[in-house]
């Protein structure tokens, strides 16, 4: 599948079925990430900033899509020990192939949980929440191919762990998305409520 293809084809899947807060936005920094992942052109920028869909949780935790590999580095650049990715490795173009030995030649401990975009399970976040429990007081950043699975993971994360309140937690889950009833079953569960 061409570039092209597969960034219409995620375009209309993310039109047709999520609710995004920014789709412009959004779609405009993918398709940055698609161009500087496939033809090798840095159009994302270094600083984490302008890492797609980052967003900054506590001075220990950062989370946002897929990183490219300038931008693995400024992430270990910044302190973080831990890069956990919860995407299928073969997903999207996006993929970095090699990110875990990438990740490890940094000297930062790579994890990775794929987590099936359509079919989350509560053993996903139970593997999500071990690693991070694990790492609670190192800096840890989390990425997955939109920062979507992410989000809604630390959504839960923060409410059973660290004693975060909704409406705080949900507002950082909202400056990215409004999960789909796929994630709200999971979260549902999760929370005890499903």
């Given at each position: 599948?061409?570039?092209?293809?597969?960034?219409?084809?995620?375009?209309?899947?993310?039109?047709?079925?999520?609710?995004?807060?920014?789709?412009?936005?959004?779609?405009?920094?993918?398709?940055?990430?698609?161009?500087?992942?496939?033809?090798?052109?840095?159009?994302?920028?270094?600083?984490?900033?302008?890492?797609?869909?980052?967003?900054?949780?506590?001075?220990?935790?950062?989370?946002?899509?897929?990183?490219?590999?300038s931008q693995i580095a400024a992430i270990k650049e910044a302190g973080y020990q831990v890069l956990i990715n919860l995407a299928p490795l073969e997903k999207f173009e996006t993929t970095l192939p090699n990110e875990a030995a990438f990740v490890e030649s940094l000297g930062m401990e790579y994890v990775h949980i794929p987590v099936i975009w359509n079919k989350p399970t509560l053993e996903d976040f139970d593997r999500f929440a071990q690693v991070m429990q694990a790492n609670s007081d190192r800096p840890v950043f989390v990425h997955c191919a939109g920062n979507f699975r992410v989000s809604a993971f630390m959504y839960l994360y923060r409410r059973i762990y660290q004693n975060i309140d909704e409406e705080e937690a949900q507002k950082d889950l909202h400056k990215l998305w409004v999960p789909d009833d796929t994630w709200q079953r999971l979260m549902k569960e999760v929370m005890g409520n499903g």
């Open positions: 599948m061409t570039t092209f293809t597969s960034v219409r084809n995620l375009n209309r899947h993310v039109l047709e079925h999520m609710r995004i807060t920014n789709p412009v936005k959004t779609i405009y920094s993918l398709l940055k990430m698609v161009v500087s992942t496939n033809l090798g052109v840095n159009v994302m920028g270094k600083k984490l900033e302008d890492i797609f869909n980052y967003l900054q949780i506590s001075d220990l935790i950062a989370t946002s899509g897929q990183p490219t590999e």
